[in-house]
């Protein structure tokens, strides 16, 4: 393969490129032999994943995008890139006309709470219109009150107030539900925990680029746990979920098959990026606690920003070059972007041992089998990757 790491997205990977590429849980039969599903966000890294291994089980896959350059071409056997204007719903219908199956993984963060719930709502009524008969739902372990610090389920309270996008996920997930009860299609309803693995732009790639340019400290005796779950694990619980017989609407929290250290996580990516995970005294008071929560808060408003210029940059200039330049401007940040602290930046979340039980979906749509030591060392030989393009 001649292009840089840095330049390739994850829908220009394929399966058998790269170790950390390969798939695990295999469909049984042929359940999507001669099915037209369509995929939205089917350009980030869950969605092109999803997209390779529907592909792979003989399925036809549609992907709408409002990249111009990408409009009507294949991206490989069985997946075509389809031109879509999401805020015009006749382009909606058109997008989804002639499938069977709808997976909807799409979220603008340029956009509010509010416009995200009328985009969902416009690809459910296209969906509902053109006879779509199975409808897959991306949502997010967020919607629940008690995240992340009390242990979860599916039974666990998620109508509280809270941040935009819970707010905006569970609004969702509400009109989903009586979409079912209306009988407008069969649903089901993915509630992912913190998705790692090869091009995650939160759990990966920006972990790795700022523990790349200046290091990471962690306090000592630092036991914050990870319930999250590699890539893969959740691309086969998509594809469970699209196999169901009767989804009714229902909710499955997605996990891996044990909670992972957060130590154990920041150390895989501090190796792989060259770096020694370092130690030091923190204990925070409550009120320290309360302040450096407000500042993640503020952080996490900021890099909110960011995301919604790349995706804006992205949409005029394509996702390789935005990718690539933010690998140039990293490499040129070099050791000056200062040490990298999560939990002292955000105590309540990486100091958190809340654990979710995730046990509803390994018993009904398959077992998680990329334990922590095969995600982590996956995860690592894509980083070494990625970063050979800044050598």
Not at 136 to 141: A, D, E
């Amino acid at each position: 393969m001649s292009s840089s790491p840095a330049s390739l997205g994850p829908l220009d990977i394929r399966p058998e490129y790269f170790d950390w590429a390969r798939f695990g849980r295999m469909a049984k039969g042929q359940p999507w032999q001669g099915r037209t599903v369509v995929i939205t966000g089917g350009t980030g890294f869950i969605g092109a994943r999803l997209a390779r291994k529907l592909a792979l089980y003989g399925a036809s896959v549609i992907i709408p995008t409002r990249d111009r350059r990408r409009w009507d071409t294949d991206v490989g056997p069985n997946i075509k890139l389809l031109a879509w204007n999401p805020a015009d719903r006749a382009s909606v219908s058109i997008a989804v006309a002639g499938a069977d199956t709808v997976f909807n993984l799409a979220y603008d963060f340029r956009r509010s709470g509010d416009a995200n719930v009328a985009l969902y709502q416009a690809i459910a009524d296209a969906a509902a219109k053109e006879g779509v008969t199975r409808y897959v739902q991306v949502s997010s372990i967020a919607v629940y009150d008690g995240w992340p610090t009390e242990d979860l389920s599916e039974q666990s309270p998620c109508d509280g107030p809270g941040h935009p996008y819970k707010m905006a996920k569970r609004a969702m997930e509400r009109d989903l539900e009586g979409r079912v009860e209306r009988g407008e299609f069969d649903a089901t309803i993915i509630q992912p925990v913190n998705v790692y693995g090869p091009f995650s732009a939160m759990w990966t790639d920006a972990i790795a680029e700022r523990i790349g340019s200046g290091g990471i400290v962690l306090p000592k005796g630092f036991e914050g746990l990870n319930n999250g779950v590699y890539l893969d694990d959740l691309v086969d619980a998509l594809i469970a979920a699209g196999e169901m017989k009767k989804g009714g609407g229902q909710r499955f929290i997605l996990a891996g098959p044990a909670p992972i250290p957060w130590v154990q996580m920041f150390s895989a990516y501090s190796e792989a990026c060259g770096q020694t995970v370092e130690q030091e005294d923190w204990h925070p008071t409550p009120e320290v606690q309360k302040s450096h929560s407000s500042t993640a808060r503020l952080r996490h408003q900021f890099n909110g920003l960011v995301m919604q210029a790349s995706s804006h940059l992205a949409s005029r200039i394509g996702t390789s070059r935005v990718r690539a330049l933010r690998a140039r401007i990293t490499a040129f940040r070099g050791g000056r972007g200062g040490s990298y602290r999560p939990v002292s930046d955000d105590p309540r979340f990486f100091s958190s041992r809340a654990v979710v039980d995730a046990s509803r979906a390994a018993a009904e749509l398959c077992l998680p089998v990329v334990d922590a030591a095969e995600g982590l060392a996956r995860t690592k030989a894509y980083i070494v990757w990625r970063l050979g393009a800044q050598t």
